[in-house]
């Protein structure tokens, strides 16, 4: 088995990959984006692809809902949670705050650390790097001239690095969700605690339109837990949904909600069901009566009967 | 074959029963009541039963709307639609509207002549008959003391009676729908123009109850061309409802629709799918792409498709 | 102050009359029909006019829904509930229900007993009459050939007549709803535990026209108790709706369900607000945050400040 | 009058700043990010900013949607819409793509490149910069070793780079909204062609609550150009939502949809009425007859009428 994920080693994205059962003795391999990630899986390079989904500070990562939704169809397997948190690395001989004038980390790691860095780095300027990996070793190279990287424990751990600083992200419990990815092929079985993720391209834009796909799920007692809008590229106000729905596609009602979808929006793409991480208030338990798999499965037998009667 | 009717015979039920094709090679029998008319085709004692089912003008007939809602399973299989149009009869010897000063007739039939009456027979008397027929019937009776009747035209050219005015009624333009009843068998093929007739109890009374139940209609795009509320009986404020919706059971939306109906409310009743007569407006041919039984089956293959793949 | 009521005397309406305060010290005029007792109060000929509007057992009473939908406005200040119980009363010598083979009683009363007589009195005759006081007097009349009446306890006990049998209603528990109808003018005062009466012309029969009625109660909160279609008499198919709505106009959500109606279906008629009988498991105590009259107000002043501010 | 905006000189946002009446008369400041920016308008070191918040191919501008969602409040009074359309810019000596092997610029404009990059600079080595326009002028700078930079043809023209390629965007069409913020004070005039723009926490994760607030809109016609979750930060799952709908807070549907929005989720933002650039096919011209302002004045005029007759 071959794995990959977004690299490279030492991200958060390495740490959620190491949760998953009998990864540690199966083949890793770094890739340098989402992208490049999926298309490995797309070409059988790699079986399983981990990628970021969506973080509770910075919401839906935009370059994994994209990739995800077009191109050769990929199927989500398994989620994986991981709390983020960041420290402070500088280059050796560095040692307190006030030694350190330039800080390189990504974007977006720089985005949940900036108040902590302008309060307790006045005057800092900033260097963006690749990733924040790419960022902290990138102290380990004499030709970079920066002082300080943010980054993930993990890389730090991994390398030694003089860590000034831990928990310095401005926003304390932040969480990133990953997907495990692969070809299409094996539904995980229902758990009684699982969520689907579907692609819905919005049919067009009279008022309702996206309501008439909410709909599918909410007449049937399907609660959504995430839902994203990306425009499709084409023009301002041309969107699609990607929407994580509450249930497996084995249960009827779930079954009924995308056959719903699929009539209205006949591009939705099924991205897969797998076992939710973390209870749901909404699970199994509490669904309705008239929304349970019996209901459905008398329903349909009463059809069935009537329909048998035709002259 | 034989075929009971709501008699005696010349009233609108009968003119009804004579227009199904066929009707006049059969025997044809005559029932004191909608009630007695549908428990001899329970019984086996009659094939089928002609019933009124709604009049543009008095509304739903409540007798036929509730004996067919409860006890042993019924189904519609053929409508019919008659003008209502009413004339004044009256006994041998009177022959100017000034010499009635008494009418009588079914209360039905004077409710919807009331304003000619009262416009044309100041000061007239009214007394109420069991039936129109019975009515205009009585004034060959000596026995009986009042003027004139009013009463269908069929059963005034049946027996020659002295007619004094034609075309009485307060609405013209007047219309009863009959509707054709057997024990549950075949149901009538679809013509692309049909109807289906439920019943469905309301489930409980929280706010949107009803709205539930439409929803199933409306989310799939099926028009309802009536519907009445009916009392259960049980307590003030307890409700069931007669529909009529376009559509057939073998089109998949409807049958999708009830289906919904089913889970929501399982005491539903099905009572028959059947040509509508009359050009309906939202007919099967301006059924919107997503609410064909193209998109419905390609719906369900796709969703049958995702779960062949469960692991 | 003059009260009318759909008379004769003795029948179950001047029994709903009598729970009225004050009406004991006031002129009691019965009226021979629901029309004419409403257009003596249109005429102010009275200023009260008590009439059925809803029966647990046989349903929406159609005479009053109609005749208070048209014609010039009226309104609903009260409302009224009598336990339905008839009684079987016989001419003078007649001791034993053996003796009984002609009854006679109005068609609603008949109805409402059909089974006990069928099976206490086999083989009778039925004979319509005008109302059930009058099938009851009409003993007598010595001219009269039937046997027994089927009336309510009031006339009977009114003229000590012979009762054979009490309660032989086939439905036990059955109540008549009543309302008090006057002019437009002063509308009673909210108590908590209030109904709003109107009349909706359905606009027009898209698909959802019904429920785009409905949605103005049930997206404020608003319960419904009573909803009865009615013919408009102009063509099957083309109908209004009588709809009682738990609530006071005085209520924020109700106005604003009202004006919602409004625009959808400028036709509507206001029939009143005023307190409901029996405690309403949906009174104003459990109306949501969101629907309180606070809540409408924040939000109107919230726009209002905002609109404040226009360049 | 100050205009800020987000820069430096040179990047799609001085584009469209430039496309104000009379800011070339006005003093321009660039700011060094979206918050920035915005916070020199809430302190009054500027009266207007200028920053992206929509790109069709990226979607939604997270670090504008967030920062306008929450702290003192602003108002939109504004937008531009920009075509988005990317240069390759070389350093001097530098004339054909085969002597391009590293590559500037900032991670957006990347993505948007990225498969021209691919096609047309095989093996490149990507370089992230702080903005376009930064890793453009960065080729002027003799310690930086990339030789090639992506960037707005304004900047290139502005300081005469030398341009190997235009066009080089992956999606020809792209578009960039901007918009225009003020602190709240003058709402612009309705022109009837006008867009809304609210924020809207979620209130919480029933089955439905999306639809809730999506149906304040759809039930009054008001449709929605655009629709973005963001989350809260709070945890995965709380979301607000950013939404543009078509019209203005002058007309009546889109107050009575705020009303609606503000019960529901009281913690509503109103982020500003203003001009829609871009003739859109919902506008105020084709509003239905019931969603009109003559509408909610007849049905606010005659509940006021009603509610005036209280007892």
Known sequence: MIYTYLGPAGTFTEAALMQVPGVDAAERV?????????????????????????????????????????????????????????????????????????????????????????????????????STAAGALGLLDPENHYDAAICAPLVAEQNSLNILRRGIEDTAGAVTRFVLVSKPGRIPVPTGNDKTTVVVPLPDDHPGALMDLLDQFAARGVNLSRIESRPTGEALGSYFFSVDAEGHITEARMADALAGLHRISPGVRFLGSYPSVGRSPNATASVARHNTDEAFAEAAAWVARLKAHLG
């Not at 059988?44 to 509770?56: H, K, L, Q």
């Not at 397997?77 to 690395?89: A, G, H, N, Q, S």
């Not at 001989?93 to 949940?112: C, K, M, N, P």
Request: glycine share 6%.
């Open 30 to 130: 770094p890739s340098t984006s989402v992208n490049t990630a999926l298309e490995k899986v797309r070409s059988g390079a790699a079986d399983f692809a981990m990628v970021p989904i969506e973080n509770s500070v910075e919401g839906g990562v935009s370059a994994t809902l994209d990739a995800i939704a077009t191109g050769e169809s990929l199927q989500i397997v398994r989620e994986v949670l991981v709390p983020i948190t960041f420290v402070l690395v500088a280059r050796d001989g560095i040692d307190s705050l006030e030694q350190v004038h330039t800080v390189s980390t990504h974007g977006h790691a720089y985005a949940q650390t900036r108040h902590w860095c302008e309060a307790n780095l006045p005057g800092h300027d900033f260097l963006p790097a690749s």
